[in-house]
């Protein structure tokens, strides 16, 4: 089929690469210079009105800053409004509202969990600590205690244990080491 034949397909010029697809698209149609004219002025005069709105809207906004800088309205001031009407307006939807509901009873089960976890691995701990086996370990510890340190009464404030371990480090610190005192003539 020939480009310029005329059937069922409407043949239109297509822009091809490098040409002007907008100005293809946008060209007069058959439209007289009369209409063309009021067209333009038409388009002359709406240009000016969104001049002119852009010069009201743009006086609009330097008043507006100037009445919140004569209250005392910060940018600041106007984040934190605009969130707390944000959030305000989140918590109102039934959606927060459920979720917020699903979440308290998901928490309070998941407290009665702990808190049974706990009451278990505490009754375990005391069962262990009354076992015979951890009363000889317990023993065993003690005895050792006796014979690494000494026969001291098993009590003693923390005042008394800091002051026997400052005296012993002292003591350790006045007496030359033993590889000093062989290499010396």
Known sequence: MDRGEQGLLKTEPVAEEGEDAVAMLSAPENLSEEEQDELRRELAK???EI???SQVL???EKHLAEIKRK????SLQELK???AKGWQ???????????S?????AGQKASAAFSSVGSVITKKLEDVKNSPTFKSFEEKVENLKSKVGGA??????????LNSTANATSAEATEPPPAQTEALP
């Open 46 to 48: 709406v240009e000016e």
């Open 51 to 53: 001049q002119t709105l």
């Open 58 to 60: 743009a006086a609009k």
């Open 71 to 74: 209250l005392g309205i910060s």
């Open 81 to 83: 409004q605009n969130i």
């Open 89 to 99: 307006d989140v918590t109102a939807t039934s959606a927060y509202k459920k979720t």
């Open 101 to 105: 509901e699903t979440l308290s009873q």
């Open 152 to 161: 001291k009464p098993a009590g003693g404030d923390f005042g008394e244990v």
